[in-house]
């Protein structure tokens, strides 16, 4: 099994847990958290995909390396947003929670 | 292939205590420690830009983000863990999740053989763009409309965050001003650490045309130094409407645009450069634009305006 392989199963699993996470939180910060988690194991199956790619002398291919670079530049952007718009609705309504049943 | 079979459960070990843990400022913690193992995980896949932008954003600037609003958070922690869902949507979770991450490594294993790549064509066309990092010629010249497009995004969820700002305080400062405390051990490390993380910034910025770095990474650090220098009560945020932060955001973009319908112009095509030219015009571009994304970083941190408009 090649290195590249080997994380490739990682991020597999990774974004299995990121998921469970997501789902099964109750509270918003850690779905944000969980869905990092499967930002992260995305964007490592690109960097997998690009390890193999290796040719004409680099490392890898840098066209989804690039992409990954974009991708997490945009990941952050959207975690600053959620977290600011969760401290709003704790700030309007003294409460961080999804539940809608009040 | 020892050390990274480790790192690969290293990584697995600290996203499951992420997952797993009860306390969201202990998974925040961890999701730091994640962030720093993952950029270890890039170097090894032979990424280094890559995993220089994982350890300064991934890990870094979105730690700090989430470290700050789990603080603020503290108090609702007791209250959501009343929330956790029943046995049966758990167990549904869990299944749904295996599902998926065996989707995934099924894909990963039938990968085809000869692996398909975009190397060779990055290779031969390099030396156009009188660029040596093939990374930084992909995002500032093969796909250069990526980066103006994610510039653009990037300034629209600071629209987003500011907009979310109540009415009375619209126009203000982001972010609580920070008391400053001249004997403080923050205000020493920011005096001692924000010049040279800005003259390391600059370097990271300059280097990234022939070596891993470029305009991301530099503009992460540079956003980072701003963050410390306002944490430490050094500087306070400018407010939301100052004129001149406006155009320090715009200005990458406006550059970037500028030169991009130029290239209809001078070479033909959108975001083409002329030949002999273009390494001249990447620089003109990535300077305003590694200004713009520190500013626009820095303020995606501080938050919406929370300090009165003077």
Same mark, same amino acid.
């Given at each position: 099994?090649?290195?590249?392989? &080997?994380?490739?199963?990682?991020? @597999?699993?990774?974004?299995?847990?990121?998921? +469970? /996470?997501?789902?099964?939180? =109750? #509270?918003? %910060?850690?779905?944000?958290?969980?869905?990092?988690?499967?930002?992260?194991?995305?964007? &490592?199956?690109?960097?997998?995909? @690009?390890?193999?790619?290796?040719?004409?002398? +680099? /490392?890898?291919?840098?066209? =989804? #390396?690039? %992409?990954?670079?974009?991708?997490?530049?945009?990941?952050?952007?959207?975690?600053?947003?959620?977290?600011?718009?969760?401290?709003?609705?704790?700030?309007?309504?003294?409460?961080?929670?999804?539940?809608?049943?009040? | 292939?020892?050390?990274?079979?480790?790192?690969?459960?290293?990584?697995?070990?600290?996203?499951?205590?992420?997952?797993?843990?009860?306390?969201?400022?202990?998974?925040?913690?961890?999701?730091?420690?994640?962030?720093?193992?993952?950029?270890?995980?890039?170097?090894?896949?032979?990424?280094?830009?890559?995993?220089?932008?994982?350890?300064?954003?991934?890990?870094?600037?979105?730690?700090?983000?989430?470290?700050?609003?789990?603080?603020?958070?503290?108090?609702?922690?007791?209250?959501?863990?009343?929330?956790?869902?029943?046995?049966?949507?758990?167990?549904?979770?869990?299944?749904?999740?295996?599902?998926?991450?065996?989707?995934?490594?099924?894909?990963?294993?039938?990968?085809?053989?000869?692996?398909?790549?975009?190397?060779?064509?990055?290779?031969?066309?390099?030396?156009?763009?009188?660029?040596?990092?093939?990374?930084?010629?992909?995002?500032?010249?093969?796909?250069?409309?990526?980066?103006?497009?994610?510039?653009?995004?990037?300034?629209?969820?600071?629209?987003?965050?500011?907009?979310?700002?109540?009415?009375?305080?619209?126009?203000?400062?982001?972010?609580?001003?920070?008391?400053?405390?001249?004997?403080?051990?923050?205000?020493?490390?920011?005096?001692?650490?924000?010049?040279?993380?800005?003259?390391?910034?600059?370097?990271?910025?300059?280097?990234?045309?022939?070596?891993?770095?470029?305009?991301?990474?530099?503009?992460?650090?540079?956003?980072?130094?701003?963050?410390?220098?306002?944490?430490?009560?050094?500087?306070?945020?400018?407010?939301?409407?100052?004129?001149?932060?406006?155009?320090?955001?715009?200005?990458?973009?406006?550059?970037?645009?500028?030169?991009?319908?130029?290239?209809?112009?001078?070479?033909?095509?959108?975001?083409?450069?002329?030949?002999?030219?273009?390494?001249?015009?990447?620089?003109?571009?990535?300077?305003?634009?590694?200004?713009?994304?520190?500013?626009?970083?820095?303020?995606?941190?501080?938050?919406?305006?929370?300090?009165?408009?003077?």
């Amino acid at each position: 099994m090649s290195t590249a392989i &080997l994380y490739g199963l990682c991020s @597999a699993v990774l974004v299995g847990l990121g998921l +469970f /996470g997501l789902i099964t939180h =109750p #509270q918003p %910060l850690r779905k944000i958290l969980a869905f990092n988690l499967i930002g992260s194991g995305v964007f &490592l199956l690109f960097g997998v995909v @690009a390890r193999r790619g290796a040719a004409a002398g +680099f /490392g890898g291919d840098p066209v =989804p #390396q690039a %992409l990954v670079i974009t991708g997490l530049v945009v990941a952050f952007a959207a975690t600053a947003l959620a977290a600011a718009l969760l401290l709003r609705l704790f700030q309007e309504t003294g409460r961080a929670t999804l539940r809608s049943d009040d | 292939m020892a050390f990274d079979a480790v790192l690969a459960a290293l990584v697995l070990g600290v996203a499951i205590w992420t997952v797993a843990v009860r306390d969201t400022f202990a998974a925040v913690v961890g999701f730091v420690t994640f962030g720093l193992l993952v950029a270890l995980i890039w170097v090894r896949l032979a990424a280094p830009d890559v995993a220089l932008t994982e350890a300064a954003l991934g890990s870094g600037l979105t730690g700090g983000l989430l470290v700050a609003a789990s603080a603020r958070l503290a108090r609702t922690e007791a209250e959501a863990t009343s929330e956790l869902p029943g046995a049966v949507l758990q167990i549904a979770a869990a299944i749904v999740s295996v599902w998926v991450s065996a989707g995934l490594i099924a894909l990963v294993l039938l990968l085809p053989e000869a692996a398909p790549t975009l190397a060779p064509n990055v290779a031969a066309n390099i030396a156009a763009t009188g660029l040596q990092n093939p990374v930084t010629a992909v995002l500032m010249a093969f796909r250069a409309i990526d980066t103006l497009l994610e510039v653009a995004v990037l300034l629209l969820a600071l629209v987003g965050m500011w907009s979310l700002a109540p009415d009375h305080l619209w126009g203000g400062a982001p972010g609580r001003r920070e008391p400053s405390d001249p004997d403080g051990v923050l205000t020493f490390v920011a005096q001692l650490l924000v010049p040279v993380g800005i003259l390391v910034a600059i370097h990271i910025f300059w280097v990234g045309s022939v070596a891993p770095g470029g305009e991301f990474q530099g503009a992460t650090i540079l956003a980072a130094m701003w963050i410390l220098a306002t944490m430490a009560g050094l500087a306070n945020t400018p407010p939301v409407m100052r004129r001149s932060l406006r155009l320090l955001l715009v200005a990458g973009s406006a550059v970037f645009f500028t030169i991009g319908f130029a290239g209809f112009v001078i070479a033909g095509a959108f975001l083409a450069y002329p030949a002999n030219y273009a390494k001249l015009l990447i620089l003109i571009i990535e300077i305003p634009l590694t200004l713009s994304i520190a500013a626009t970083l820095a303020l995606l941190v501080a938050g919406p305006p929370e300090q009165e408009p003077e």
